[in-house]
């Protein structure tokens, strides 16, 4: 298995992925990079697999235990809960 990334100012979160398709059981891939740098309005490409995409400054809040992990992504400018979703083991 090989992972490539790039640098992007935003945050995003794919569906469950197996070859580039949304599935129950695929890896949930999440890119936190929102902070620190104002950002680019480039174009945007419509990616089925990406469901949440933001280009706002932010922070994230995970908690885990031995069942779930639990996570949180708020704007912070307003404090304002964004985006949540919870993996379970």
């Known amino acids: 298995m090989s992972t490539t ?3 992007i100012h ?3 979160r ?3 992925i197996y070859q580039n398709k949304c599935v129950n059981d ?3 891939q999440v890119l936190i990079d929102m902070g620190g740098h104002y950002f680019t ?3 945007y490409y419509d990616i089925q697999w990406i ?3 933001d280009i ?3 922070y994230t809040h995970v908690h885990a235990n031995k069942t779930y992990l639990t996570f949180n992504y708020y704007h912070s400018e307003d404090d304002k809960l ?3 979703f919870q993996l379970k083991k």
């Open 14 to 16: 794919t569906c469950p």
């Open 26 to 28: 695929g890896i949930t």
């Open 82 to 84: 964004s985006d949540q």
């Open 41 to 43: 309005y480039g174009s």
């Open 10 to 12: 935003a945050y995003e």
């Open 51 to 53: 469901i949440y995409h």
């Open 56 to 58: 706002y400054f932010g």
């Open 5 to 7: 990334s790039v640098h």
